[in-house]
């Protein structure tokens, strides 16, 4: 199997033969440096790539050699989409509130890249229960559904029990004081009483939109 | 102020004229004998006294001297109820599953006892949110609601956001693995994003009761 | 029922009917041009409004559309009130120390701007017990009583202990070291020896006052 | 929307319309009695019903009422099944080590009864990959694949590593000291450097089960 | 220095010229046939002694050999005691609730053999204040003060900020839920907002009565 | 009994009758405006003052109007003595490390103002025992021993071992990643399996030293 | 690489070529049928074989099919010992106190069986310095030391400050309160202020008698 | 034993000839002139020291009185190496992410100064077994191997499950959300299914390479 050994990374260059999409760059606790060395080592030989948690000053730095790069800020994160795959499927996108749409964002980037087709309804937290039921029809025609929620992180629970269908929850960091950093909804949604609901890492919105198109993908 | 010293517990027999009962016996963590101590010391002074968390051997044990004792098995109380206070005002209390019977008990009989007209509804959690939707005339003709729910503990985030009264809600330690003996609902209820949630103790049914019926005697 | 939808976020302008006053925009996790957006239009829907974890940035911003406003820095809260509810009942708030400042200024907001008679004590920790004792006709008039304190959160176990009605205790992220933001006071109410309280989350001055204020319109 | 009221539960008949499989019987907390009528009541109504968590003394107790019921004592599953659905797709079941088997059985007993084609490998731990890496050929047909693993629960990032499709990963209490009843593989679980992994509550193989079930029927 | 090697122990002899008081042994954690073999080995140097952590077996084997041995049960207690030590000083021991009363009585024997003279209060916790109020002549003549407390843990502060003498704060496990088996109280005490208060490990009555013999002795 | 009420604060002029020693000022979480008016109303009653955990902005504008002020800039205290109480009795100080100081600074601060002979050794942790050992004289001298220690914690339990008076243990907040900001050494230090040591929050100098002071004055 | 596929176990046979020693056994959380066919298939293949957290009965069912198996019932251990492997090197483990030794014994176990010599000294926690330093030979000659300890875990420290050895530190679950079972002397150990510490999970005598054997046979 | 008192600092100067290197200075939580000093004072006695945890500023204050020294940045180290000692053995350094490289360069200047043989591969955490694999021969020719992992944590488990040497382990506080700043892989190391695996302090690279050198110097 194929990678490509820059010293301080390891691109795993068989990684979108094995798993259906090249190697995603976390640039977090990475130096500027490495990062975009990644990210020109990656465009060598891939039409798309991503990189999260990507500040501007990254961007600018990489879109100095690759300049098709693009930047989504509030999602923090660097895009390289030479030849866009098909949008296939139904992937739906909930977020209890405004202040979670940035991990909305991470999502919404994340599975469109990955070739999906996907809609977002935000603000739609159980404070309100008519946001949600008003939207039962953006419920019912999705094949997988993403909640995002911070705080007392109850929508996963609200909406696994009206659906049929995958849900994947993301815990956020938003709140304060007994929420620490996301733990309170993380454990929320992993107690979640309906069943058909799995649980990714506080704030990870790449991961829940990498899962769920595993899933969006099945049969197409 | 009154008290009556017994050596291992100082009745406080002001407390009736302080705050409107007298002292309820927590047996947990107290001998048979200084739990029957206390009841009998209490008994001789009021009317109507509650023990909270006592098992079947403590009551029989009580029975013995204050034959009038009741025992509800469930709610693990032990009541004497001599003179009934008229019962006032409307207090609802909610449980999101069968499980929290238990806990739903030990309101019922507290609100009781201290004079509260009480109803319960059970086993209205979020999985099945119609089963709570059914019950709006209940909801909207009660002074005040308590909420019990263990895993997710997102009932009360949902009621709070329907109704303009106040909600006491009580996490329980019903559940498993990363419920951590009620630490996940009492973290989501304490994060409610609906405001108007007032939290107690894991499993305290006693304390949701007590501060109910301060809320419920308002005006009557 | 009634909400707008802004794309970021739902406007519960429902809100008011179902639960007595409109929504209050959290400010922390939203952009400025957001938090401005859900300003102006929760604006135009109502006389009297509030917002809270707003810096004097976001007031500013907020201001040049709505000369309106007023802001109060301790309390970081942006205020419209442009008809004055008429204030009712009688909620007493009391500080343990200095520190607590800020937050009892979120809940005196929050209470006068919902139409409450509000008074606040500061500085009455149980390090000097006589401070308290010294105010005992404060808490004899009250209807309901916010108690906030930090560091050892001892302060709502002694109120609950002296009065018959409500308590409603907020801890505090005021402290060092083994207080663990807040943590500490957290579970030391939740643990009250002396039943009759409700605890809110870790400087929710705002959930407590809106709670004490469902309670406090009781009966008038 | 359709439930019964038994008092002390409210049987959702319109789950299985709603959500596809009627409601699962948590029996742990709910007494003995309670548990059998929700079993009975659930039986009336439906031909396929599970009940989890529940000891042999509450098998003995249902089976007499109805007699067709079967009970796993592995994965304390009590099992009707009087019209089993054809078994359709394919769910590959993974675990660590031997221990952790009753966890898989819970798995197994509620994939099939939901009508999944289902198979289990044993004990292939990263601490022999070579029994992990010898069996890539039941990875690469599976359409979903349930990780179950205590101890350090690494094993769900080395099966995602490998594969394109989703991993549903179940951290188990098994394990002793800094396992922490199964916070560490939670832990390990939801910091998966592979991304496709989904999260559930520690030893719930139900949920796992039940969310494998939900992505193995699309397309089918 | 001196000390015996009994293969699994090592008995410190010198400890008692060292430090003032023999080694005191846990029982808790050493087969009965360890504990026995090193009360034994104390007694034969030692005219009194001091096991803590003991079970009534336990008890009636060590009896056997040494048949001056003292059992105290709700101290869980062993007592060598053939000479007595003059009693000094001046001890106060104050309890919250009655459910302390097994710490209580070990902070009692250990400062009773050690020398001291030692008084102690019972439930004097914060929801009634009189009754420690009424207890200020005992406070005031005290040298030293151990308070021991569980559930919020609130009567060391209390207490601290009425005198000018070293108080030792005990939290104990007593309580449920969130008192996490004592963490709230040592929380509480180790954020003491009077100072002046040391703390020691929960349900450590002997570490808080060896601490405040200390300091009783002081100019004795 | 006195005191002042400056609306934010309620300064506790009786404090020094009851408790021997002015009220102390916590700065941290006050404004500066507050800080200061408490100090000037502190000083306006006594002679010596103290303030904790205050930055040298904050002395700067007190020092404007009270010129006598000093400060400690380690310690990170605010000072007035203007009649010296004797210094009296023998506390020692002892550090485990270099970054320990400031909170040794803080507790030899403290300890002088409030009268009492204070001497510090400093850096004598437990990876060079030698260090300790030479210094067995001051240990033998002293009538209560201070040890401030972070990372491990393990410096009190060595001290206590070697001595027959009090130890208070400081936990502090240096060291890095499983310190998780002293949470280890506190509970190392209340773990001690040497009797003799009262435990204080993390990085709580000025408590040690008033807990110390109040034993070292004993018999003076 | 060879294992044997017995259903519910992948016995891993290659792991004596691999890593030295055949697989060892882990029985909590195995039925005892399971630990009895995988004990019989090792013996099969292996002359000396370790099953570590055995009860008692467990080791009778297993003597049945195999007569050679020896049993340590402090340690917990079923040691199976054909041909003695040569004991080699100088391992030298250490214990804090007498209730630490039950891990102590595991250690010495384990090592033994895989060919090291190996000594204990028990109870020499710092709380009596001089009885450790009276072993300083024994230290100076090991080439590798383990040593054990709960409740404060200081041991290591102060060991790994005496030596230029590699120190494999165990913490113990023996304490109570706030040793959180043994989450205490962890993190004291990871916080060793003297380097050349390394740690194993709490109560893990096997694993740090497999890496002190590891470190042993260096050079042998 | 020699050392030299600074007045804040005890210089070990012993600690060389004890445990066979100078005291490393732990610059953290030190002032810039302290931190001078002690590099001073060890400059004097010593031709090689090391300074850990030290930013660029300290560096360039430091370099002016001792212009030999050189600065590590990616390691946060400052070096003094005036007689490099014979580099012996094979140590070999293994990362999970380039993220964990500031780590991974404080293990290696720590080796390396201390005389050992080292190399390091970065980037071959188990998303892509086979980049790690791939480098089995590196495995198998050293004698110790160090393990970097942030996140999941999982790497230490899969190597030692691969090798018959010991595997000393460094969780680092890389990641986010649910890794809880290195608890995640924390807890995963500790719980490593693979015996032979030492773990220290998060971040810890300087302790790591300290035991590793311990263990590689065995029989050179």
Redesign the interface.
Known sequence: ?K?EDL????I?H??KK???FPE?V?C???TDE?AVK?IEALAKENDNILAS?ANSDLYKLAKKSIPELRYNELARMIILEKKSLPRVGSMLVLS????D?PVVEEVVETASIMGNNVESI??????????LLDNMDYLKKA?VIVVVA?????LP??V???????V?AV?T????????????????????????????????G??AA??AS??NK??E
Do not use: W
Not at 122 to 131: C, K, Q, T
Not at 150 to 154: F, I, K, S, V
Not at 160 to 166: H, M, Q, T, W
């Open positions: 199997m990678y010293g301080f990374a390891r795993d068989d990684r094995r798993r259906g995603v976390l977090e606790g990475k490495q990644i948690r209890a509130g405004t202040s749409i935000n603000d739609v937290g159980v404070a309100g229960l008519h946001r094949k911070g705080m007392d992180g109850a629970s609200v696994a029990g009206l659906v049929d269908k995958p994947i815990p960091s938003i709140g304060y004081g007994a929420s620490f950093n996301g733990l309170a909804p993380l454990l929320t949604m992993l107690n979640s009483c309906s069943a058909g609901v799995g649980v990714v890492n506080i704030d990870n790449f991961g990498y899962l595993l899933i099945i049969g």
